[in-house]
DNA sequence: CCCGCCGTGGGTTTCTTTCCCATTTGAACC
DNA sequence: GGTTCAAATGGGAAAGAAACCCACGGCGGG
């Protein structure tokens, strides 16, 4: 349970609630909420939204910040601010601040329903991707695996090496 | 809670009252009110306002002022009059003070409602931009999100290093 | 074969958001 | 100066959405 837990691994298809409730496989929630039961859920690609523990995604963030306030306080504040507000603005279209309900079912939040693309009833290929969980549109999915899968031995070995 | 409390985060959609008021979600409310009840309300672009707390948007103001302040009184804007002139007169028209009533509602000054370009019973989209809580017309927010989202891992790490 | 866990659906409660109306405030006009 | 009208402000109530909880069914393991 250090700063790097257990890898999150894992494919497996889910259904998506009449109420955009989507239940994930607890092999995925229990490592997810083993730093913190606060998550934050992010878009990706048209198609994919990824979700993460936010003790993982907030530091990245707050680095970004500190530097930023580092630079407003030395001196060139006017212009500096209107970058952390752009930045804050992308930050707010992209990132939502998400947190599991009982069953470990999330809800997907109204701005990352048509994002995602996958209307109520439909599947969704939930993926392990080692520091984060995967929220997949299966056509998405699958289009992404062919076209990757034939480069996979190489990218890991670069990975390795 | 010091000068850098909460980042205001998150993306909501709003409808505009019959009477310009709008009503800003509590999780951007409580944030933006923790500094005090004293807010300014500034026009960005066309189709975007933004909203300050007072604590927050005084010191860039007075940092803009004095710089005009001293270089007019350097002299060495003596054939730039006109200059000067035009800023103090942005300076004035770009903000308005304001506060909240009773459910976290704002009521759009008289200048600034053309601006911002939503009629009477229109959406407006409320954007967490971390310094600052933005209103945007919901044409211009889906402009700049298109434009600017593919640069955004660009400009995070420009920030960050 | 039985038992327990996991995923799914639904009902209920709680809170938020919005519509609508009453009251007050300010100003103009008589 | 008093009265009347218009507009803004505040609050109540209803509609909608979200969170919470529990129960059923299926699958796998013992």
């Given amino acids: 349970m250090g700063a790097a837990g257990e890898l999150l691994i894992g494919e497996v298809v889910r259904t998506l609630d009449e109420r955009f409730r989507l239940s994930l496989p607890v092999d995925l929630a229990g490592p997810l909420l083993a730093e913190g039961s606060k998550l934050v ?10 979700l993460w523990s936010a003790a993982v995604w907030r530091p990245r963030l707050d680095a970004a910040l500190d530097v930023l ?27 939502a601040a998400v947190s599991l309900s009982g069953r470990d079912r999330l809800v997907i939040p109204e701005g990352f329903r048509g994002f ?11 993926v392990g991707a080692a520091v984060c969980v995967e929220l997949w549109h299966p056509q998405a999915w699958q289009q ?11 990218r890991l070995d670069a990975l390795t090496g």
């Fill in 41 to 50: 859920l992010a878009k990706e690609r048209g198609g994919c939204l990824s």
């Fill in 116 to 126: 995602l693309g996958v209307e109520p009833g439909g599947d969704v290929v939930v």
């Fill in 69 to 95: 306030r580092t630079k407003l306080q030395a001196g060139l504040l006017a212009q500096r601010v209107g970058e952390v507000q752009q930045a804050g603005r992308l930050l707010s279209a992209r990132h």
């Fill in 144 to 154: 992404v695996i062919t076209a990757e899968m034939p480069d996979f031995r190489r």
